[in-house]
């Protein structure tokens, strides 16, 4: 495989997971973004501890979707991930019907 067969190939998968994302982002109330992933998920819980000069941080998600191309079950029913660095967590809008 040439490395431009690699780069088409990784641009389909990503055009894939972005029109999944779009089909799958109203069933989800929160987004939630770290340093290595990002997620939809529709329960978020951020505990903060350890020091405050170097401050852990654990995010709970239930009924999860990841964004990562290389997954084949992008919906997972619970992800833990600890991190050191920022977190961005976001309540998506609810549409009306």
Known sequence: MSSDDLEAFEAE??????????????????????????????????????????????????DAWVWDMYRKSRFVPKVRVLTFKDVNVEELPTTEI
């Open 13 to 62: 998968r990503e055009l894939q997971l972005a029109q999944e994302y779009q089909d799958v982002a109203g069933m989800f109330r929160y987004a939630v973004e770290t340093e290595r992933r990002f997620y939809l998920a529709n329960d978020v819980k951020v505990t903060v501890s350890g020091e405050a000069s170097r401050p852990v941080i654990e995010v709970e998600l239930a």
